[in-house]
């Protein structure tokens, strides 16, 4: 099932927070997310494996919550080179030695303003 | 830093013709994907790819299409017949264990008329 991600959009000024949410309906192994700017491949920024577990990337940092099978991503004090599309993806548990895809979000959309 | 490197980055077919995506993974990764994405939409899961045989597939990946790691370093996504519906970009990626994110490949924009 594909996550739902929340906003589908979000404008901001240079220097305001953004925080993106991203939950599933079935039992998550692992969070992804990833950046897309405008015609080019998603950028990998974090993963989470851990539930509980929070992670920091300069000022972007990220948290997943197992129970509530619910991640965050955190951008603060946002730079105009966080514009783009934000994409969560999440994992289900597999075996060790087997591999589970990632199935994505339809993202969040952030527009940075100066 | 090491990259996914995909050719071409632009193709454009007639429907009905058969294609072929060509990508090169970073040479120790194991794990290996096409995903495709259709105007900024959604990134699509296609298919896996471990050990030398396909993981899992999504209902997307029927019988048109195939995947192929032919010489070790090559991966390569065939897809027989294309559509007007087949036209996204596609993008290949890989990762070195489950616990590591994807790096992408730059893509393939595919363009069935």
């Known amino acids: 099932q594909q996550p739902v991600q929340s906003p589908q959009a979000v404008i901001l000024r240079e220097g305001e927070d953004a925080v993106i949410n991203c939950s599933s309906s079935k039992a998550l192994y692992s969070v992804h997310w990833y950046r897309q700017k405008h015609g080019e491949a998603p950028v990998f920024l974090m993963i989470?494996?851990?539930?509980?577990e929070q992670k920091g990337h300069e000022k972007i940092s990220a948290s997943f919550n197992e129970k509530k099978q619910q991640s965050s991503l955190y951008l603060t004090a946002s730079q105009l080179s966080y514009s783009g599309t934000y994409f969560c993806?999440?994992?289900?548990?597999?075996?060790?030695?087997?591999?589970?895809?990632?199935?994505f979000g339809k993202g969040t959309r952030l527009h940075i303003l100066p | 830093e090491p990259e996914v490197t995909q050719t071409p980055s632009h193709q454009v077919t007639q429907m009905g013709q058969e294609v072929i995506l060509r990508c090169v993974p970073i040479s120790n990764h194991l794990y290996f994907y096409w995903y495709r994405q259709i105007l900024g939409q959604k990134v699509e899961f296609l298919v896996s790819f471990y050990n030398n045989e396909i993981s899992e597939k999504s209902e997307i990946f029927d019988d048109q299409f195939s995947v192929e790691r032919p010489d070790g370093s090559n991966f390569t996504l065939k897809i027989r017949s294309t559509k007007l519906e087949d036209s996204a970009m596609y993008f290949c990626?890989?990762?070195?264990?489950?616990?590591?994110?994807?790096?992408f490949g730059s893509g393939t924009r595919l363009t069935v008329v």
């Open positions: 993806g999440t994992g289900g548990a597999r075996a060790a030695g087997r591999d589970d895809k990632i199935i």
């Open positions: 990626a890989s990762r070195g264990g489950q616990r590591r994110g994807y790096t």
């Open positions: 989470l494996l851990k539930g509980g």
